[in-house]
């Protein structure tokens, strides 16, 4: 069984930073796309950033320049590290993996989601 863990979430005042971490685990072959997602209340669930297998990533315009994805493929693992946290900023994150497991099935998985909330 292949599954996604979070962790990293939590209450951080505005300027502030935190840094979400999400693990896949189980039989995993290789994985192709990484992802963080946010869903504010009342709002429907956003891209925040995502990063290919090559590296290549792509950021909400909200949070260019503040927030930086990055993977560490050996670990299965993706970050997102925010910085200048904004009240905006406050949703629940979800990460999201493409990855193909060891039966040979591609699984689109998401994390159980973390609070982040910002107080000014």
């Known amino acids: 069984q292949v599954q996604l863990v979070e962790s990293g979430g939590g209450l951080v005042q505005a300027g502030g930073s935190l840094r979400l971490s999400c693990a896949a685990s189980?039989?995993?072959?290789?994985?192709?796309?990484m992802g963080w997602y946010r869903q504010a209340p009342g709002k429907q669930r956003g891209l925040v950033a995502s990063?290919?297998?090559?590296?290549?990533?792509n950021y909400a315009d909200s949070v260019k320049g503040r927030f930086t994805i990055s993977r560490d493929s050996t670990k299965k693992t993706v970050y997102l590290q925010m910085n200048s946290l904004k009240p905006e900023d406050t949703a629940v994150y979800y990460c999201n993996q493409v990855l193909r497991a060891s039966d040979g099935f591609n699984y689109n998985l998401w994390g159980q989601g973390t609070q982040v909330t910002v107080v000014s």
């Open positions: 990063i290919a297998s090559d590296g290549t990533t």
């Open positions: 189980g039989r995993i072959f290789s994985i192709n796309a």
